[in-house]
T-cell receptor, first 116, second 116 residues
Framework: AQSVAQPEDQVNVAEGNPLTVKCTYS??????LFWYVQYPNRGLQFLLKYITGDNLVKGSYGFEAEFNKSQTSFHLKKPSALVSDSALYFCAVRDIMYSSASKIIFGSGTRLSIRP | GAVVSQHPSRVICKSGTSVKIECRSLDFQATTMFWYRQFPKKSLMLMAT?????????EQGVEKDKFLINHASLTLSTLTVTSAHPEDSSFYICSARYQGGTGELFFGEGSRLTVL
């Protein structure tokens, strides 16, 4: 069975400081990993993904994430936070045993709050 | 590309009536779409997997007779909440799998259902 955990309900960061939103996962095989962002009363927007290759993945809006196989983690990072980054962030995992019916499982979400 | 449109964005209905929510992939074909329900504490609950031309696959605990899903074409899936009750009030989000890539999901903007 696959699962994903986001241990922090909320992360508070001052504008201009680096930010990290944590994610750990569990899959039976190799994972596809994703980060999504949700603004209030909106759907989820795709930020970035890890499939294979370089462990550091760059995505939208200056975000990046680092895949760490030994720690089964895929933390989201940004060098310098903006107030507009304040939103709800979801980590997601999909087992690499690809089929059209395979599901993407989402973490519980982390609310990121950037103070001016 | 990879735009998913969801309609209506907000709907208010009386208890006992039925409500239909549409999910369309605008610029790609989606053989698989997913319906989620988001609760106030932010977590996303996968309700069902909608497969074009076949019956939907429901997650455990989701009443298939109450939440009717139809995926009649490669670009349209519908969720009908039948005989709605106040406890069905929620934010419903659809997503579609982009077949051309590694299977990341693209989400609609969500539909806020309020049952009076």
């Amino acid at each position: 069975a696959q699962s994903v955990a986001q241990p922090e309900d909320q992360v508070n960061v001052a504008e201009g400081n680096p930010l990290t939103v944590k994610c750990t996962y569990s899959v039976s095989g190799n994972p596809y990993l994703f980060w999504y962002v949700q603004y209030p009363n909106r759907g989820l927007q795709f930020l970035l993904k890890y499939i294979t290759g370089d462990n550091l993945v760059k995505g939208s809006y200056g975000f990046e994430a680092e895949f760490n196989k030994s720690q089964t983690s895929f933390h989201l990072k940004k060098p310098s936070a903006l107030v507009s980054d304040s939103a709800l962030y979801f980590c997601a995992v999909r087992d690499i045993m690809y089929s059209s019916a395979s599901k993407i499982i989402f973490g519980s979400g982390t609310r990121l709050s950037i103070r001016p | 590309g990879a735009v998913v449109s969801q309609h209506p964005s907000r709907v208010i209905c009386k208890s006992g009536t039925s409500v239909k929510i549409e999910c369309r992939s605008l610029d790609f074909q989606a053989t698989t779409m997913f319906w989620y329900r988001q609760f106030p504490k932010k977590s996303l609950m996968l309700m069902a997997t909608s497969n074009e031309g076949s019956k939907a696959t429901y997650e455990q605990g989701v009443e298939k007779d109450k939440f009717l899903i139809n995926h009649a074409s490669l670009t349209l899936s519908t969720l009908t909440v039948t005989s709605a009750h106040p406890e069905d009030s929620s934010f419903y989000i659809c997503s579609a799998r982009y077949q051309g890539g590694t299977g990341e999901l693209f989400f609609g903007e969500g539909s806020r259902l309020t049952v009076l």
